[in-house]
């Protein structure tokens, strides 16, 4: 059974940082490019962050270049988002996502909330 576990979630300051975790398991999660997504009231969700299967490679929305990361950790099956300098706009819910073109397969976390506020 496939398990998307997001966490480290919360309030952040602005300006401030917060690291997010997924932790996968139930599928070979190197074989998976990793991502980030995020859903704010009222809009549609976004891609903010991507990392591909062995993580050489990854790409950004505009928004979030320069502030964030992300990596993987194939041996803890755990991809991270390293969110510094926050800003208020950055108050989501942000999403855990893998993907194969090669399985078909597409999987989701549950979803932690992150709240940027002074």
């Known amino acids: 059974q496939v398990h998307l576990v997001e966490s480290g979630g919360g309030l952040g300051q602005p300006g401030g940082s917060l690291r997010l975790s997924c932790a996968a398991s139930?599928?070979?999660?190197?074989?998976?490019?990793m991502s980030w997504y995020r859903q704010a009231p009222g809009k549609e969700r976004e891609l903010v962050a991507v990392i591909s299967s062995f993580g050489p490679s990854t790409n950004y929305a505009d928004s979030v270049k320069g502030r964030f990361t992300i990596s993987r950790d194939n041996a803890k099956n755990t991809v991270y988002l390293q969110m510094n300098s926050l800003k208020p706009e950055d108050t989501a819910v942000y999403y855990c996502n893998a993907s194969s073109v090669y399985y078909a397969k597409n999987y989701w976390g549950q979803g932690t909330q992150v709240t940027v506020s002074s």
């Open positions: 139930g599928f070979t999660f190197s074989s998976y490019a």
